[in-house]
C-alpha cells in the first residue's frame, strides 16, 4: 500500500524542466519510484513522483532551484537501507538519488 499522493504541482511542464536538466537520467516508472519510496524500516512505500539521477553538485543544485521555485518537495536518496522513513515522499516530490556520484566535496 502506497502512502504518498502525487504533487500537483508535479505536472508536465515540470516534467519537461527537468528533463532539460537531467537529460535520460529522469524516471517517472512505478517500479522505481516504489524502489525510492522504501527504506529498510516497517513503514509502507510512499514512492516520490518522479526519480533523478544527479551527477554534479552544479546539477544537484539546479534540480533542487527548479523544485524550489514550483513548492516540490525535494527527497534525497543514498543507498536506501536507511530505517528512519527519511526517504518517505509523504507529499509526492522529486526524489534525488546521488548514486551516479563519485566523490562528496
Known amino acids: 500500500m502506497s502512502l504518498a499522493?502525487?504533487?500537483p504541482a508535479v505536472d508536465e511542464a515540470?516534467?519537461?524542466q527537468l528533463?532539460?536538466?537531467t537529460g535520460d537520467r529522469l524516471s517517472l516508472s512505478e517500479?522505481?519510484?516504489e524502489q525510492h519510496g522504501q527504506d529498510e524500516s516497517y513503514h509502507a512505500s510512499a514512492?516520490?513522483?518522479v526519480v533523478v539521477y544527479g551527477e554534479s553538485t552544479e546539477e544537484i543544485s539546479e534540480i533542487v532551484k527548479l523544485c524550489a521555485?514550483?513548492?516540490v518537495p525535494v527527497i534525497p536518496y543514498g543507498t536506501g537501507t536507511a530505517l528512519e522513513g527519511h526517504v518517505a515522499a509523504l507529499q509526492g516530490g522529486v526524489c534525488i538519488d546521488v548514486s551516479?556520484?563519485?566523490e562528496v566535496l
Open 19 to 21: 528533463r532539460q536538466l
Open 100 to 102: 551516479y556520484m563519485n
Open 47 to 49: 514512492p516520490p513522483d
Open 5 to 7: 499522493a502525487p504533487n
Open 69 to 71: 521555485r514550483h513548492g
Open 31 to 33: 517500479s522505481v519510484r
Open 14 to 16: 515540470f516534467i519537461n
